[in-house]
């Protein structure tokens, strides 16, 4: 296929809220060692480094998959992430790298899969809606612009990028302000690499706060707004997407080696 247009975002120098939606304070959870960062509203904070650096087990720590043996992680500098349930009922949503094991039910319909953290919005009591289930689905399947006949439509006959829409549906039907997004375009062809790129940038400007975990760094500089370097656990620095490039993200990769 070909592509057209800008391959990444073109407004990385916009000014960034200082408000700060979530945080880690001197975390120690899994590989991750002394982890302090802050994610302001509505940016794109891309977190990289090289193979087995931590970077994945920050996702989950910021997600209350890892429960931090000292340390805190905060949403809204207030209120304490308890645990990954506490995190979707909060507004926060996960994308795990491990799309086809972790984020997808693949012998399910595109409707089930959207609408499962949902459920319980859906009908708050009584038996589940169908109806409420299949205006919830159909909505975000056609606004994500996932290629199926029907959202009774089985996931694991989709493509890698059809699938990812699927996940990203899941969440913002849910209504969630922040995301996590662990290797976004991983198993994605190039084409569909541009579509889920285009699908991040616009939700950060529908005031999304965005976290996109890679081991790509021309995707991270692409779209991000700052940048978190990982090394051998450790965050080795944040920088400015507009201020950096690849060398300097290598040679902050190798800091802690």
Not at 82 to 97: D, E, P, Q, T
Not at 147 to 174: H, I, M, R
Not at 196 to 217: D, F, P
């Amino acid at each position: 296929r070909e592509l057209s247009g800008h391959y990444y975002r073109d407004d990385t120098g916009v000014e960034i809220s200082k408000q700060v939606v979530l945080e880690a304070k001197n975390v120690i959870a899994g590989s991750v060692q002394n982890l302090t960062i802050q994610l302001h509203k509505g940016e794109i904070l891309g977190v990289g480094g090289l193979s087995d650096c931590g970077m994945h087990d920050v996702g989950k720590v910021l997600f209350g998959l890892l429960k931090p043996e000292t340390g805190e992680v905060l949403k809204d500098q207030k209120e304490p992430v308890k645990s990954a349930s506490w995190a979707v009922r909060h507004g926060i949503g996960y994308v795990s790298k491990n799309r086809d094991q972790e984020s997808l039910m693949l012998i399910s319909s595109i409707a089930d899969n959207i609408c499962l953290p949902s459920l319980k919005d859906l009908t708050p009591f009584g038996p589940i809606s169908d109806r409420k289930q299949k205006q919830l689905a159909e909505k975000w399947s056609e606004r994500m612009e996932v290629k199926a006949d029907s959202v009774k439509v089985f996931c694991n006959t989709l493509s890698g990028g059809n699938k990812q829409k699927v996940v990203l549906a899941k969440w913002l039907g849910k209504g969630s302000d922040i995301m996590i997004l662990d290797c976004p375009t991983r198993g994605i062809d190039v084409g569909a690499k541009y579509e889920i790129y285009e699908l991040i940038i616009n939700m950060a400007k529908q005031g999304k706060t965005i976290i996109v975990v890679s081991s790509e760094m021309p995707e991270i500089l692409g779209i991000t707004n700052r940048i978190g370097v990982m090394s051998n656990g450790r965050l080795a620095g944040i920088v400015n997407t507009k201020e950096t490039n690849q060398e300097e993200l290598l040679r902050l990769s190798a800091k802690y080696l």
